[in-house]
């Protein structure tokens, strides 16, 4: 009885997912890939640099924050943020 019963049934229906959803997915299979997602304001200074940097490479966002960080880090290990951070001060930037 339970074989007829199945048979009568509707196929299922894909149920469509929210976009909170949706988000949520991306974000987890971005984690899956070893990507973090990092927020955070920019100060005047900084979206001026980002728009040249952006002009001239056309590099994406990710591409960009990513190289930010890294060159950061770089200096910080190589004992040269002091230095970076006189000149971003001198250069009004």
Known sequence: MKNAEKTNELPSKKIAMSNAE?????RERQKE????EMRGYMSPEAKNCYKLISEQT???DSVILSNAVRLTYAAYKNGQIGLLNSWL???KL
Request: proline letters at 0%; charged letters at 35%; glycine letters at 6%.
């Open 33 to 36: 890939r070893g990507l973090q």
């Open 58 to 60: 056309n590099w994406s």
């Open 89 to 91: 001060k001198n250069n």
């Open 22 to 26: 949706k988000q949520k997915r991306y």
